[in-house]
């Protein structure tokens, strides 16, 4: 049993990460970190918890501790924290011999620093070794991409073979994406928001990334073109995703969802049975219906069809687990079975 820590413990995905990490068969809670104003309260009393159970009673009644490597104790940091937060915090967890999984968009593009999705892209775990050695760090940071990110490139990644040439994506985004309080009501109540700052430059470039190559000593980008728009919708988990694809040969409906299906599911904890559940239904998927479908752990795609331009199909998933804090405890579960945490 490894002992973990959640840096930004109060929070929406920090929240998340507790509730998946309180029953959780390899990890155990024992530090639960926040900001200067919280600490020495007890988590219980401070918290207006958002997610869908009641506190788990392992970290009720815990003390909160300063986001201090000399306050912490444990062999996992996970970090909810903001990216503005999290740059030197996450630093300096990981100079002090911290392993340091993280949901933070600070590092993600860092040329010697990993940005994972297990079932995509595990081999660039191996730039730990470049980091650790070009930072001097004892500790190591591990990121996972944006949510939005994820259940586009695990859709992605089993088209590459059928030599996927360029991605077009409209985000339909949930209120969650934006943490709490989020969007104002009067906002976002019969309306759509056709902007979330920074979310389409992070769609373009973070897929480059994790489904390039690894040389040995850093991510060779991969060659394909990536455009997205992203927008703001009332739904409150799930984001939902329309996609264009093109390739640089004829691909056809059959071909494209037998490599959905290709896509195998890891030995882990937290993966799901199935990583790309595919839906014939031609209204699905739809969050309401199908955003815990695996345990928020699978993406759901529905009305593949093929276009003049190529294919083109719906992708789903839940944003707080799969886009968020389950995405950081899967690559905690894959540095265990890949020996980088002992």
Known sequence: MFKVAV?????????????????????????????????????????????????????????????????????????????????????????????????????????????????????????VEVQKRKRGWDGFIVT???????????????????????????????????????????????????????????????????????DGEKVVPAKINVSASCHRVPVIDGHTEAVWVEFDRDVKVEDVVQAFESLKPLNLPTSPEKVIVVRKEKDRPQPRLDRDTGKGMSVVVGRIRKDKWGIKYIVMGHNTVRGAAGASILNAELMVKEGYIK
């Open 144 to 214: 996972n991409p944006n949510c939005t990110t994820i259940m586009l490139v695990l859709t992605l990644k089993p088209l590459m073979d059928l030599s996927l040439k360029s991605v077009r994506v409209a985000s339909m985004q949930a209120l969650s994406g934006a943490g709490y309080p989020g969007v104002p009501s009067m906002a976002i109540m019969d309306n759509v928001i056709p902007y979330i700052g920074g979310e389409e430059e992070k769609v373009e470039t973070e897929p480059l990334k994790l489904l390039g190559q690894f």
């Open 7 to 127: 840096l930004g413990a109060t929070g929406m995905v920090g929240q998340k990460f507790i509730q998946l990490l309180a029953e959780h068969p390899w990890f155990k809670i024992s530090s639960l970190a926040a900001s200067e104003r919280r600490v020495g309260k007890i988590y219980g009393d401070e918290v207006d918890w958002m997610v869908s159970s009641d506190i788990p009673d392992c970290v009720k009644d815990m003390e909160m501790v300063p986001m201090d490597p000399k306050h912490v104790d444990a062999d996992i940091v996970f970090s909810a924290l903001p990216s503005g937060v999290a740059k030197e915090v996450e630093k300096n967890f990981a100079e002090n011999g911290f392993i340091v999984a993280s949901n933070a968009s600070a590092y993600r593009m860092a040329e010697d620093v990993p940005l994972v999705i297990p079932e995509v892209n595990p081999e660039h775990l191996r730039l």
